[in-house]
């Protein structure tokens, strides 16, 4: 494939190359299915460093136009599949839910999970991770971490995490408008292990906590295994309820309000800036702290409001929370791999130096070699470029599911349309049996993601959180063999 290139030009070369074949792509010189030129090839041909070839793929895979296959390289895609056409008419019940019984355990949760993920051809659409893709880059990535951070590993390392990284982090979270200094930075294995000091160092027992309802189910199992009270405020199609929230902010006094500003888990919900505004107001009125967990924020098809974070400077004049009265919490397992275990909280003020003390007394600190590779990631700007193949096939792949469901599920199931994120949240039909659905499903290979567990009574109302971080043809089937699993009951 010979690509021409002006060398004097304005425009980099790697725009070049990917103008070349999207115009090829277009015009029909390269029909779907068709394999490009290996990145050696490429550069071998068009006389350019690989590097310049990688970028221009990238940009091409961020299109939307061209999917790398792991072993084989990279292919046209098919043309993107028409839009679903069936607005949201997601509208659950506003019920507040203040649990009082044996819930199960989160171990026990996982391990069904994990046992059921291990049967051979199993459709996960469970998962709260991305596709496995990227694997050669990986491998490279790793093996120049390794070099760069020899020394290191025969020695500790800081227990917030390692000084080049946590700048790197810092220089990341000023795109989302959450401008922080690496002093303000704590770096732990997964947002989990952040969200769990922080609850250990500021609750006692009887403590009342609100959440959204529903909300992600580790952090329920957290508050439970603390002892805390827990008042599940519903959540709207704009987010928490913020009418109720003042209701219980004023009859139970919580000490914390936990949120999922973007990319909601598990409705996908994104609230808007007059919400996040609001919620401060709240918080400010009501003398409590907020905890925002945006572990998928990363992952939104487009803009999104700064972090609720990023507001908490403008507000509590004349407090001695100034500024500080909220966390935020942020994870690289939904973007790069879950098994690395590296995320990071962001804690201005007094709370900083106990957390950074009650993480060395945990477990030193995090892994040299995670830190060191997802440093690698970020300094070579392979992690900018898996954000855009992340997104374009995420966004393609919503597209599939919910035109999926608009034509297998029953008329009476409801659902989300996240602006970004991995799932959807469906609503069924009220007389739904949930686990008979989950046990037929499982036995045609299908693993679902059952509403209960993100409810703090793990009741709620019956639902679903579908992962459609699977291949487009994958989720086709998937569905219609629940939709039709869902139609016997119905």
């Known amino acids: 494939m010979k690509i021409p290139l002006d060398r004097q030009a304005a ?14 792509i277009q015009s029909g010189g390269l029909k779907p299915g068709d394999r490009l030129p290996s990145i050696r090839q490429m550069a071998h041909t068009a006389n350019v460093n690989k590097l310049t070839v990688i970028e221009a793929y990238s940009v ?39 649990p009082n019984g044996h819930a199960t355990s989160f171990l026990e949760i996982s391990d069904a999970i994990l046992q059921a993920e291990s049967q051979p051809d199993i459709i996960k659409f469970s998962s709260g ?3 496995p893709t990227g694997l050669d880059d990986l491998q490279r990535i790793a093996r120049r971490a390794v070099k760069r951070a020899a020394e290191r590993l025969f020695s500790h390392n800081h ?31 997964g947002s989990m292990q952040a969200l769990s000091l922080v609850l250990q160092l500021l609750l006692q027992p009887g403590d009342w906590v609100v959440v959204e309802s529903p909300t992600f189910h580790g952090f329920l199992s957290l508050l439970r295994q603390v002892g805390a009270q827990i008042i599940g405020i519903p959540m709207t199609t704009s987010g928490m309820n913020l009418e109720l929230l003042e209701q ?27 919400h996040r505004r ?27 409001p700064p972090p609720i974070k990023a507001l908490d400077r403008c507000n509590s004049q004349g407090s001695a929370l100034k500024g500080h009265r909220i966390l935020y919490f942020g994870t690289f397992s939904k973007t790069l791999m879950p098994a690395l275990r590296v995320g990071y909280a962001v804690i201005t003020g007094p709370l900083y130096t106990p957390l950074v003390e ?7 600190h995090v892994s040299i070699m995670s830190q060191a590779i997802i440093s690698e990631y970020l300094a070579t700007g392979h992690y900018r470029r898996r954000l855009n193949l992340l997104r374009a096939m995420n966004q393609q792949n919503r597209d599939v599911m919910l035109k999926a469901l608009e034509t297998h599920f029953p008329a009476e199931a409801s659902w989300t349309t996240p602006q970004g994120g991995l799932f959807l949240w469906i609503q069924l039909p009220p007389q739904t049996n949930l686990a008979a659905l989950a046990q037929a499903a499982l036995h045609h290979r299908l693993l679902l993601g059952t509403g209960t567990a993100f409810f703090a009574d793990q009741r709620g109302y019956p639902a679903l959180r579908l992962s459609f971080a699977q291949p487009p043809e994958v989720i086709e089937q998937g569905i219609a063999t629940l939709g039709q699993l869902l139609k016997q009951q119905c």
Do not use: M
Request: one cysteine or more; aromatic letters at 8%.
């Open 11 to 24: 425009e980099p070369v790697y725009l070049q190359i990917r103008n070349s074949i999207s115009h090829l």
């Open 60 to 98: 091409l895979e961020a299109d939307g136009l061209i999917q790398a296959r792991q072993g084989a390289g990279f292919f046209i895609n098919p043309p993107a599949r028409s839009q679903p056409k069936r607005p949201s008419t997601f509208a659950p019940a506003q019920q507040v839910i203040i």
């Open 129 to 131: 991770f991305p596709q």
């Open 159 to 189: 227990p917030q995490g390692d000084p080049t990284l946590r700048d790197q982090i810092a220089q990341l979270l000023v795109q989302l408008g959450l401008p922080v200094t690496p002093d303000n930075l704590l770096i732990t294995n």
């Open 248 to 274: 219980y902010l004023q009859s139970h006094r919580p000490k914390l309000i936990y949120t999922i500003s973007t990319q909601h888990n598990p409705t996908g919900i994104t609230t808007d800036l007059a």
């Open 278 to 304: 609001q919620l401060i107001d709240l918080a400010e009125q009501y003398d409590c702290l907020i905890l925002e967990d945006n572990a998928y924020e990363w992952l939104s098809f487009g803009p999104t």
């Open 358 to 364: 009650r993480k060395l007394l945990h477990d030193f």
